[in-house]
């Protein structure tokens, strides 16, 4: 088989380690990323390299190189609910094939490569995104350890129950000298590349986001009893604000903002719901216009609240700001995707990567893959093998060009 068919079908199978039946769910230090993390490592394995699993459950597999600097590619394992199947495994996979190509040919680079497969990037089962990335780069909040999950676990049992020490996250940061930066392949989850008709595109730039936490408190009564004049009902303070932030994003070009999760409680038919726990967040390329219109959509809330006679509390759950790729390494991703003979483009992500996290320590650059229809976080996600033949021939091209240009 293969290679780029080899990736589709690791995709494909990882898509069975899911905590869902019939769908793809795999949170952070779940059975379903020890079903994932089982495979990954027989696939580095197979590709010469040597591997690990940190504290905070990343796999880590090293490919030693001539000299002292290190590569680091990778991407995400976890997905959110009801995932795609390229969201994150298609860099992990991709990476690996590259290294594998690396090692069938028997080529040693002067450059050791590390393959990062993180362990959570969404933030599906603690709210705290790039935990994996964050303790690689050393910016891993210890306090994100009493976060509790949909059942109450918190953050630090889960990592023990996964296998790792919650107090020894530290040992996980970066520590094996100096890095030539973090090159992340991943799909591109928009459709730029689809409507320009292109395999691949160089990222140039990942954009700023905020995520926070808001509480409506009304009061829960008796849906048959009380007078509607007579009501504090949060679900509909909450709906109220859900489309404020509709027409507020709506009305500024780079700004996109989402309430993409709803807590609604007791949650019982015959109550008039007592309390709404929800999500928002917020995302423009320009950190300063994200910062005022997160501050804007809170002051929403608390005027929705405020006529409403509701109570309201509101936490900052994650704030990253854009982050621009290197130009060393996107213009050396220009270069081998230009001898490959494929056009150029580079275009901004408005998805968060790890390499958000991962710019705290090295620079960092991104391949992004075509994906059908810009379709993403849905299990429609698709990518063509054909397309991943190009990925994966442009890393390979790019870990040669970086050959050339770091020759020790
Ligand atoms: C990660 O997928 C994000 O939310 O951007
Ligand atoms: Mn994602
Ligand atoms: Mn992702």
Same mark, same amino acid.
């Given at each position: 088989?293969?290679?780029?068919?080899?990736?589709?079908?690791?995709?494909?199978?990882?898509?069975?380690?899911?905590?869902?039946?019939?769908?793809?769910?795999?949170?952070?230090?779940?059975?379903?990323?020890?079903?994932?993390?089982?495979?990954?490592?027989?696939?580095?394995?197979?590709?010469?390299?040597?591997?690990?699993?940190?504290?905070?459950?990343?796999?880590?597999?090293?490919?030693?190189?001539?000299?002292?600097?290190?590569?680091?590619?990778?991407?995400?394992?976890?997905?959110?609910?009801?995932?795609?199947?390229?969201?994150? =495994?298609? %860099? $992990?996979?991709? !990476? *690996? #094939?590259?290294?594998? /190509?690396?090692?069938?040919?028997? @080529?040693?680079?002067?450059?050791?490569?590390?393959?990062?497969?993180?362990?959570?990037?969404?933030?599906?089962?603690?709210?705290?995104?790039?935990?994996?990335?964050?303790?690689?780069?050393?910016?891993?909040?210890?306090?994100?350890?009493?976060?509790?999950?949909?059942?109450?676990?918190?953050?630090?049992?889960?990592?023990?129950?996964?296998?790792?020490?919650?107090?020894?996250?530290?040992?996980?940061?970066?520590?094996?000298?100096?890095?030539?930066?973090?090159?992340?392949?991943?799909?591109?989850?928009?459709?730029?590349?689809?409507?320009?008709?292109? =395999?691949? %595109? $160089?990222?140039? !730039? *990942? #954009?700023?986001?905020? /995520?926070?936490?808001?509480?409506? @408190?009304?009061?829960?009564?008796?849906?048959?009893?009380?007078?509607?004049?007579?009501?504090?009902?949060?679900?509909?303070?909450?709906?109220?604000?859900?489309?404020?932030?509709?027409?507020?994003?709506?009305?500024?070009?780079?700004?996109?903002?989402?309430?993409?999760?709803?807590?609604?409680?007791?949650?019982?038919?015959?109550?008039?719901?007592?309390?709404?726990?929800?999500?928002?967040?917020?995302?423009?390329?320009?950190?300063?216009?994200?910062?005022?219109?997160?501050?804007?959509?809170?002051?929403?809330?608390?005027?929705?609240?405020?006529?409403?006679?509701? %109570?309201?509390?509101?936490?900052?759950?994650?704030?990253?700001?854009?982050?621009?790729?290197?130009?060393?390494?996107?213009?050396?991703?220009?270069?081998?995707?230009?001898?490959?003979?494929?056009?150029?483009?580079?275009?901004?992500?408005?998805?968060?990567?790890?390499?958000?996290?991962?710019?705290?320590?090295?620079?960092?650059?991104?391949?992004?893959?075509?994906?059908?229809?810009?379709?993403?976080?849905?299990?429609?996600?698709?990518?063509?093998?054909?397309?991943?033949?190009?990925?994966?021939?442009?890393?390979?091209?790019?870990?040669?060009?970086?050959?050339?240009?770091?020759?020790?």
């Amino acid at each position: 088989m293969t290679l780029p068919r080899i990736v589709i079908e690791r995709c494909q199978y990882l898509a069975r380690c899911s905590e869902e039946a019939g769908a793809i769910t795999r949170p952070f230090a779940s059975e379903a990323m020890r079903c994932a993390h089982e495979r990954v490592s027989e696939w580095m394995r197979e590709a010469g390299m040597a591997v690990r699993r940190d504290n905070v459950g990343n796999l880590r597999g090293g490919f030693e190189g001539t000299g002292k600097t290190t590569l680091l590619l990778g991407s995400h394992l976890d997905s959110v609910r009801n995932a795609g199947k390229y969201d994150g =495994p298609l %860099g $992990v996979t991709v !990476a *690996i #094939a590259a290294v594998q /190509r690396l090692h069938d040919a028997g @080529t040693r680079l002067p450059f050791a490569i590390e393959v990062l497969a993180f362990a959570d990037e969404e933030g599906l089962r603690f709210g705290s995104i790039y935990l994996g990335s964050r303790a690689v780069a050393g910016t891993f909040d210890l306090a994100d350890l009493a976060r509790t999950d949909g059942d109450g676990t918190t953050m630090r049992d889960a990592i023990r129950a996964f296998g790792g020490d919650p107090d020894r996250i530290d040992d996980d940061k970066w520590s094996g000298g100096p890095l030539l930066g973090y090159c992340e392949v991943h799909i591109e989850q928009g459709p730029v590349l689809e409507a320009r008709n292109l =395999p691949v %595109g $160089v990222v140039s !730039a *990942i #954009a700023g986001q905020g /995520r926070h936490r808001i509480t409506f @408190t009304g009061e829960a009564a008796h849906a048959g009893t009380t007078p509607m004049d007579k009501r504090r009902d949060a679900l509909v303070a909450a709906s109220v604000f859900v489309q404020a932030v509709e027409d507020y994003a709506g009305s500024d070009e780079g700004l996109v903002a989402t309430v993409g999760q709803l807590e609604v409680r007791p949650g019982a038919a015959n109550v008039i719901p007592g309390e709404v726990a929800l999500s928002l967040d917020v995302r423009h390329p320009d950190d300063s216009e994200r910062v005022v219109a997160s501050r804007r959509l809170l002051d929403i809330a608390a005027e929705i609240a405020k006529h409403r006679n509701i %109570g309201l509390a509101s936490s900052q759950i994650s704030a990253n700001a854009t982050v621009p790729c290197s130009r060393r390494l996107a213009s050396t991703l220009v270069r081998a995707v230009q001898d490959l003979g494929h056009p150029l483009v580079e275009l901004a992500s408005g998805a968060g990567h790890d390499a958000v996290a991962m710019s705290a320590i090295t620079e960092v650059g991104m391949l992004f893959v075509r994906c059908k229809g810009g379709v993403s976080h849905n299990p429609a996600e698709s990518v063509t093998t054909d397309d991943v033949a190009v990925a994966i021939d442009v890393l390979s091209r790019f870990l040669e060009l970086l050959a050339e240009d770091n020759p020790k």
